[in-house]
Nanobody, 121 residues
Framework: HVQLVESGGSSVHAGGSIMLSCNAS??????????MSWYRQAPGKEREFVST???????SYADSVTGRFTISRDNAKNTVYLRMNSLKSEDTARYYC??????????????WGQGTQVTVS
C-alpha cells in the first residue's frame, strides 16, 4: 500500500517562494499511483483543490494558483512537488498531499498525508 509524507512547509514573507515535497512510499509494485495532488485547508474553510498531476505529466491547477504554482512528479522516486512562487497571505493554509491509486485488484484508493503548514506574512 501507499503512505504519504509531506515536507517543506514553512513561514515565508509575501512574494517569496518555497517548494513542497510529498513522497509516496509504495510497498507493493502492483500499486498504480495514477494521480498525485495537492490540497490546502485554511482555518474555517473547507479543504480546497490546488493542483494535480497524473503519471504522464498532465497537470491542472486551481484558478487561485494558476501562473504562480507549479506541480511536478518524479515517478521513479514516487514523489510529487509543488513549487510555490509569488506567495500571498491568502496562500496561508495547511497543504495536504493526496494520491489516487489502483491496487493489484484494480480497486481505487485515495490516500492523504498529514499535511505541512505554509504561513505567508
Amino acid at each position: 500500500h501507499v503512505q504519504l509524507v509531506e515536507s517543506g512547509g514553512s513561514s515565508v514573507h509575501a512574494g517569496g517562494s518555497i517548494m513542497l515535497s510529498c513522497n509516496a512510499s509504495r510497498y507493493g509494485d502492483s500499486d498504480d499511483i495514477r494521480y498525485m495532488s495537492w490540497y490546502r485547508q485554511a482555518p474555517g474553510k473547507e479543504r480546497e483543490f490546488v493542483s494535480t498531476i497524473d503519471r504522464d505529466g498532465t497537470t491542472s491547477y486551481a484558478d487561485s494558483v494558476t501562473g504562480r504554482f507549479t506541480i511536478s512528479r518524479d515517478n521513479a522516486k514516487n514523489t510529487v512537488y509543488l513549487r510555490m512562487n509569488s506567495l500571498k497571505s491568502e496562500d496561508t493554509a495547511r497543504y495536504y498531499c493526496a494520491t489516487l491509486f489502483y491496487d493489484g485488484s484494480s480497486q481505487i484508493h485515495n490516500i492523504w498525508g498529514q499535511g505541512t503548514q505554509v504561513t505567508v506574512s
